[in-house]
C-alpha cells in the first residue's frame, strides 16, 4: 500500500473518495462507505451475497479476470478468496482509479488495466476464472462482446450476470422450425433481447436487455454451458469447445493464416 493512503483518517478516505467522484461499487473502506445511497441498496453486496456460495472457496492457484471491474468489488473479493493473480480490466479510468483507491485500502494487490471487453484479445492469455458482471446490457454488440470472450479469454468457469426484464420463463426449444411457424415468438419464454433506444433507469448506455431465456439462449450460443443459477441474474458457465454459430472469431480465421 502506497505510505500516504495508508496513514488516511476516516474523513480523508471519505474526502479522496469524493474526489474520485460517482461511485457505483458501495465498498467498506476501514468504515467509510463509498456509495452509501446507492439506487439498489448496498451493491454489490447484496447481490454478492446471493452468489458467492456457488463459487470456489479457495482460489489459490488460480488467475481471474474481471471483465468491467468498475471500481473492483468483485475483484478484491476474489483476491480475498486467495486467487494467485486478478486482473480488472474497465474502458473508464474514472472507475479504475476508485479500484486502485479501493485496492490499497483493502490491502488487496490486484492488477488494473484500461481495455474494452472488445479488445480481450489484447491480453493473450486465458483465465481460470472469468467474471462478465454487469456489462452485457451496456453493450451495443453483446453477442461479439460473448463470442470474444469465450474465444480469447476463458480457459474454465465463466461466472456472467445480467440485468433481465420479461418473463422469467424458459421454452424448451426445438432445434428447428418451418417458416410459417408463428406462435412461437408469441410465447413468454422465448428468447427476448430488448433494445433500448433513448434510455432506461436515465442511463443511455442500456442496450440491450435480455429475459431469462434470451441470457441463457446467447451463452450456450456463444460456447458456455451453464452449470448452476444460484440467483436469478447470475449464471456460473464452463467454457464448451465448440460454439453455436461457425466463423464467430475475430479476425476472420482466413486473415490469421495469411
Ligand atoms: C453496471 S457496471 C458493473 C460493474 C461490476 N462488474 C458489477 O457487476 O458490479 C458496468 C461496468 O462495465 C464497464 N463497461 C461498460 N462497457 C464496457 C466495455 N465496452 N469494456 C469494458 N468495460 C465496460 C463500465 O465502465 C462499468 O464499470
Known amino acids: 500500500m502506497q505510505d500516504t493512503n495508508c496513514r488516511l483518517t476516516p474523513e ?17 473502506l476501514r468504515g467509510v462507505q463509498t456509495a452509501p445511497h446507492h439506487f439498489l441498496g448496498d451493491y454489490p453486496a447484496v447481490k454478492w451475497n446471493q452468489f458467492a456460495d456457488a463459487l470456489p472457496a479457495d482460489l489459490r ?13 468483485y475483484s478484491i473479493e476474489m483476491k ?17 482509479e476508485q479500484a486502485r483507491f479501493a485496492a490499497e485500502l483493502c490491502g488487496v494487490d490486484i492488477e488494473l488495466r484500461m481495455l474494452s471487453v472488445y479488445d480481450v484479445a489484447d491480453l493473450g492469455e486465458t483465465f481460470d476464472l472469468v467474471l462478465f458482471m454487469g456489462v452485457l446490457y451496456h453493450l451495443r454488440h453483446p453477442l461479439l ?52 433506444e433513448k434510455r432506461y433507469s436515465d442511463d443511455q448506455t442500456n442496450w440491450w436487455i435480455p429475459n431469462r431465456a434470451c441470457s441463457e439462449a446467447m451463452l450456450r450460443s456463444a460456447g458456455f454451458e451453464i452449470l448452476d443459477h444460484p440467483e436469478e441474474e447470475v449464471f456460473i458457465c464452463r467454457r464448451g469447445d465448440t460454439t453455436g454459430a461457425s466463423g464467430a472469431v475475430y479476425p476472420a480465421r482466413g486473415r490469421m493464416r495469411d
Not at 62 to 70: A, E, H, P, R
Not at 145 to 158: M, N, P, R
Not at 159 to 181: D, I, T
Open 145 to 196: 462482446a460473448l463470442d470474444l470472450i469465450h474465444e480469447h479469454v476463458v480457459k474454465d468457469l465463466f461466472v456472467f450476470q445480467s440485468l433481465q426484464r420479461g418473463s422469467p420463463e424458459v421454452e424448451a426449444l426445438q432445434e428447428n422450425y418451418p417458416f410459417q411457424e408463428q406462435e412461437i415468438f408469441e410465447r413468454e419464454g422465448f428468447p427476448r433481447l430488448h433494445f433500448i
Open 80 to 96: 480475498r478468496r486467495g486467487a494467485d493473480r486478478v486482473l480488472g480490466i474497465d474502458f473508464d479510468e474514472t472507475y479504475l
Open 61 to 73: 492457484g488460480k488467475t481471474v479476470l474481471d471483465i468491467g471491474c468498475n471500481a473492483g468489488f
Open 12 to 28: 480523508e478516505i471519505r474526502q479522496r473518495a469524493l474526489e474520485l467522484g460517482d461511485w457505483f461499487h458501495n465498498i467498506d
